[in-house]
Each structure stands twice: as C-alpha cells, then as structure tokens.
C-alpha cells in the first residue's frame, strides 16, 4: 500500500522539488496539499487533481494522511510542523528548522513525545562531491584534514520570484527573511559537521549588506553576505563565505586541506580534484551528477520516504537539526558582538 502524503505550503520549493517527487515516487499517494494563498493550493489542485484544503487543521485530517513536508518560509516552521507532529503525521521540514535553537528544541521535543519521524531537508549531504568527498576523507586520501574554506553563494532569491511573478517586491514583506545565513548558510553549517565528522565549537562572523534592496531602494533588514571563521572539536578550523551577491553564476566550491595534500570540490563540472603532497595528481569525474539535474534535491524527499515506510532514523535527524541552530545563534551573536562566540 502506497504512504499517503500532503504537502504544506505551495510555493517554488514545494512546486519544483516535493510535489513532483511525491507523484514519481512509486510508493507514495500525494493526496493532499495546503497554502495559506488560496490561489496556489487551487493551482495544484487543478494541474495534479490533489485536494487543496484552504484550512491546515482540515488538511491534516485528510483520510489516511500520514506524512507531510513542510515547504513555508522559516518563521512558520515551528508552529506548523509541531501542529502536523501532534496530528499524528511524521513530517520532513525545509531548512532552516526554525529561526533559532529554541524554536527547534521545542520541535524536537514534539517529535519525541509523538513518536513520529521528523526529518530536516539538508539536501547538499546527498550531493554526489558531497558524500564522495566523505568517502575519500576517511580513505586518508590527504592525510588529516586540518582547515578548508567553503562557498555558498548565488545571485539571491529575489531572482527566481522576479522569474514567476514579474514583480520586484520580494524583500518588502520579509526584508530579507531571516537573511542568507539562516537562508543558504545552514547548508553549509549542516555539512561541514557531517561531512568531517566532528562538531563546530566556535566561530567569528562578520555580516553586512552589500547591494540587496528593498523596492523604495532601501537596503534589506537582514545581511545578503556573511563570512563565518570557524573552530571544529576535533582541531579543524575553516572559513565559510555566503551570499546573495553573486551573479553569473553560483559559487559553492569547497577546498579542503590535509597533512598529505588538498582535496578541491568543484560545482561545474561536478568534479574532485586531489593534489598530494607528493605531487601525485588524482581527478573524480562527476559529470554524471550534472547530467541529471535536480536529482540531489528531490533524493532527499525519496530517502524520507524511505525512512517512514521502513522506520528507519532519519537521513538528518532533528537531533542536528538543533545542532546546526545553536551554531547560527552563535553566528550571529557574534556578528553583533564582533568578537569569537561558542556554540551551546
């Protein structure tokens, strides 16, 4: 029998990542879906023949619903996925979790006390350079690896939203939302403990706004680019840079560097790179991710599938979930503070 599942908020994410995958995955019945624009939900509704309930409590009680992913803006996070937990529905969040450790620490205890799988949407773990580089880091391929520096950045939300509705107002409601740290940089704050393995326990962040502006031509309440130093448990330090301001293209190479050599992650074409120290060169052809596109963040949605039907623990567990918060607390009371802030 096929897990039926709904999808709460009808915006960019939910329309090109989650609904889609819902309806291709064979072992899921997308029955249900919910958006506070009446106008949306009834778009989906029309184009997959999904039920589009115009009220979230009477969504959740759909008949045999029992999943749900989470696509709102940050700030509604808590109170929606807390209300689907308490509903007796297991629940995939986008990222961020929340909009600060507190907010997902109450999550988390709702997801204890229910018993229900809660899962949060760091989709870049799935990234073939991503987990490829993780495999060759407990290889030793590059000795121990003692700093790295990583980029994240694009050309800002706005573009896309521009794209579908033609209209420049996207910072005047939100301001910027929580800002690209809490937007984009809580990938990276996900990964880098994932990928090496290890915890991040101090970190220095400078955050500014360099061009993003509102429609009157006022800069944005919360930062487009920040530059984060950070302090891993284990001795490893790096250097994280994200933003919202780069245009032509993304930016989201990663360079990792070792006692034995240095292991570069490229976007384009998908590549690894590794020099060692004794000039030995060595190239991981990953072109085969590019060619098949958004394949990393819909993988995501098919591996929480795969952890309801098999009751399996989550892919990202909301255990780091909470983690991933308390460093960008620790962020950004250091970008107000401008001095090294520990994660607690």
């Known amino acids: 029998m096929k897990l039926k599942v709904g999808v709460i908020g ?9 609904i889609p995958a819902y309806i291709n ?4 019945d997308l029955v249900a ?25 009477e969504m959740l009680m759909h008949p045999g619903l029992e999943a749900v ?9 808590r109170d929606i996925v807390i209300e689907a937990l308490k509903s007796g529905k297991h629940v995939l969040c986008e990222k961020p979790m929340a909009l600060d450790s507190k907010q997902a620490e109450e999550m988390l205890k709702v997801a204890k006390k229910t018993k229900r799988i809660l899962m949060i949407s760091y989709n870049q773990r799935i990234y073939e350079p991503h987990w490829k580089a993780k495999e060759l ?4 391929i590059i000795g121990k690896p003692i700093a790295f520096r990583s980029f994240l ?3 800002g939300p706005e573009i896309p939203y521009m794209e579908r509705t033609g209209r420049s107002d996207f910072f005047d409601k939100n301001g910027g939302n929580g800002g690209v740290l809490l937007s984009v940089g809580c990938h990276r704050i996900d990964l880098i403990p994932w990928m090496f393995e290890t915890q991040i326990t101090e970190i220095m962040t400078f955050a500014t706004v360099l061009d993003k502006k509102k429609s009157n031509g006022i800069p944005i309440d919360n930062e487009d680019t920040a530059m984060l130093l950070l302090k891993c448990q284990n001795g490893l330090s790096g250097m994280l840079y994200t933003s919202w ?12 560097f070792g006692t034995e050599g240095v292991m570069k992650l490229f976007e384009d074409p998908w590549s690894i790179a590794v020099y060692k120290k004794n000039g ?19 993988e995501i949605i098919n591996r929480f599938i795969s952890c309801v039907l098999e009751k399996k623990t989550p892919f990202v567990t909301p255990e780091e979930g909470v983690q991933c918060m308390k460093v960008l607390d620790a962020a950004r009371r250091s970008a107000k503070t401008g001095t090294w802030e520990k994660v607690y």
């Open 10 to 18: 009808c915006g960019g994410i939910a329309t090109g990542r989650h």
């Open 25 to 28: 995955n064979p072992n899921t």
């Open 33 to 57: 879906v919910y958006d506070s624009s009446v106008e949306k939900g009834e778009k989906i509704e029309e184009e997959y023949g999904v039920k589009a309930y115009k009220n979230l409590s």
């Open 69 to 77: 992913s989470v696509c709102t803006p940050e700030m509604t996070h």
């Open 137 to 140: 880091l407990k290889q030793d």
């Open 153 to 155: 950045s694009h050309g």
């Open 245 to 256: 301001c780069v245009y032509g293209c993304n930016d989201r190479e990663t360079h990792i």
């Open 280 to 298: 030995e060169k060595i190239f991981y052809d990953l072109k085969k991710w590019a060619a098949r596109g958004s394949e990393g963040a819909t």
